[in-house]
């Protein structure tokens, strides 16, 4: 089993800057690639960013490609998010993923096989 817990969310005005944060525990050796994902209200949960095990290999929505800054700390078992110039559109809960079956870089929720609870995220204009 590994448990994701994320923090860090908030209100914030548009074209600012937050930091998330995705802390996992359990069998945290078993992670392979983890992703954020986001959900607004009415809508459904879509795609954000991933990052491969080792940080080799990352993957962006187009919608946030240049304004968004996936990492991890294996050491910490944390992975982050880093959102600049962020936009009313972006107001949503953030949710991170961690797969386990090495599906690679998969955009498609689905894949991955453990989710944290969210946090919420609100843009204001």
């Known amino acids: 089993q590994v448990q994701l817990v994320e923090s860090g969310g908030g209100l914030v005005q548009a074209g600012g800057s937050l930091r998330l944060s995705c802390a996992a525990s359990g069998r945290t050796f078993s992670i392979y690639a983890m992703a954020w994902f986001r959900q607004a209200p009415g809508k459904e949960r879509e795609f954000v960013t991933a990052?491969?095990?080792?940080?080799?290999?990352?993957t962006y929505a187009d919608s946030v490609k240049g304004r968004f800054t996936i990492s991890r700390d294996n050491a910490k078992n944390t992975m982050y998010l880093q959102m600049n110039s962020l936009k009313p559109e972006d107001t949503a809960a953030y949710y991170c993923?961690?797969?386990?079956?090495?599906?690679?870089?998969?955009?498609?929720?689905?894949?991955?096989?453990?989710w944290g609870q969210g946090t919420q995220v609100t843009v204001s204009s």
């Open positions: 993923a961690a797969d386990i079956t090495v599906s690679g870089l998969s955009r498609l929720a689905k894949a991955y096989d453990y």
């Open positions: 990052i491969s095990r080792y940080s080799a290999t990352t």
